[in-house]
């Protein structure tokens, strides 16, 4: 099993700034994409941003230019870090991210439990 734990979530006014982490931790031999969706209240699950192994990054219209995406492969950690927050972007956030374990060849998803981000406008 893995576990994805996410932090940095909370309270900000628009205009501000957050940082999200989340750790993923377990049976890990390899994990693939890892990324950040959010579902706000009243509305489904949507993808943020994504990022491969290699780095390479995805963003949802609606973030680009102000949320910026990165991992730490060494510490199997994803970040989101979110600027010019704005009351739109309030919602649950949610870690997710795309898993090896040792001795298969299978892949899994996995998801963290979310964190909730408010923005105040």
């Known amino acids: 099993q893995v576990q994805l734990v996410e932090s940095g979530g909370g309270l900000v006014q628009a205009g501000g700034s957050l940082r999200l982490s989340c750790v993923a931790s377990?049976?890990?031999?390899?994990?693939?994409?890892m990324g950040w969706f959010r579902q706000a209240p009243g509305k489904q699950r949507e993808l943020v941003a994504t990022?491969?192994?290699?780095?390479?990054?995805d963003y949802a219209n609606s973030v680009k230019g102000r949320f910026t995406i990165s991992r730490d492969n060494a510490k199997n950690t994803v970040y989101l870090q979110m600027n010019s927050l704005k009351f739109e972007d309030t919602a649950v956030y949610y870690c997710?991210?795309?898993?090896?374990?040792?001795?298969?060849?299978?892949?899994?998803?996995?998801w963290g439990q979310g964190t909730q981000v408010t923005v105040s406008s």
């Open positions: 377990g049976s890990i031999f390899s994990i693939g994409p």
């Open positions: 997710h991210a795309v898993v090896q374990h040792p001795g298969r060849t299978t892949w899994y998803n996995y």
């Open positions: 990022i491969t192994s290699g780095g390479s990054t």
